[in-house]
């Protein structure tokens, strides 16, 4: 999947238009109606912006033979790109295709590095709130749609998300945001925090759909919209 940059950051001071009119173009105005109606709520908060996996770490595998990481990848660049193009403070836990481990001779060493690492990152910055984007796979192929997960004290922003992401994403779905039980990053983090889980990567159709960077894109959009809409009201 060869990505598409954004070149959004040489015009920002003059078209902050252009994002809400690309999205309305392409999605319709449900992703973009709350960016439309406030422009940069919650000033002074630093998003982080977690690619999951990485490097040796590629996660789960799609039916088409493709990695979670390089999915993870290439939404949150492509999310990272319109949160900095709206102006918001952001940090990239990795942008290539590689861990963030900084020691370990095995594999599982690593791994553990690796967790501290994006840990520490969350954690000694200041007003952070960390968007992680992962994918989802299950042994049944039928299942399909975004979830969201949360850290202690971030459900209510998680529902908010998961409400979001399913009437733009997936319009029938009626998943409800989940606790991020057992997972390292999202128990060990002193900021507020959500993992998104964009979409089932054993779905062949999603699993399409999730290949399509103007799919990717969409998800950016949908995902800064209830990032704006949830800083508007806390």
Request: aromatic share 8%.
């Amino acid at each position: 999947m060869k990505r598409r940059p954004i070149q959004f950051k040489s015009i920002w001071f003059y078209c902050p238009i252009l994002l809400f009119a690309l999205c309305a173009i392409h999605w319709g105005s449900e992703a973009v109606t709350t960016i439309s109606q406030r422009i940069l709520p919650g000033r002074g908060v630093c998003i982080i912006v977690d690619a999951g996996h990485g490097g040796e770490d590629g996660g789960a595998t799609s039916c088409s033979g493709v990695l979670e990481s390089q999915f993870n990848l290439e939404i949150a660049l492509r999310l990272n790109d319109l949160l900095q193009f709206m102006g918001y403070d952001t940090k990239m836990v990795r942008t290539t295709d590689s861990a963030v481990h900084t020691e370990g001779e095995t594999i599982a060493a690593r791994k553990r590095s690796d967790l501290n690492n994006r840990v520490r990152l969350v954690n000694t910055t200041e007003n952070a709130l960390l968007i992680s984007i992962h994918q989802n796979t299950f042994p049944d192929g039928r299942y399909s749609g975004p979830q969201v997960f949360f850290a202690k004290g971030s459900e209510q922003m998680a529902k908010h998300f998961q409400i979001i992401l399913n009437r733009s994403l997936s319009p029938k779905s009626s998943r409800q945001a989940k606790p991020a039980k057992g997972v390292y990053l999202m128990e060990h983090i002193s900021a507020p925090g959500i993992l998104i889980e964009c979409g089932f990567l054993s779905n062949p159709q999603e699993e399409a759909k999730l290949r399509d960077p103007s799919y990717q894109q969409k998800i950016s959009c949908v995902i800064v919209s209830a990032l704006c809409e949830y800083l508007s009201n806390t």
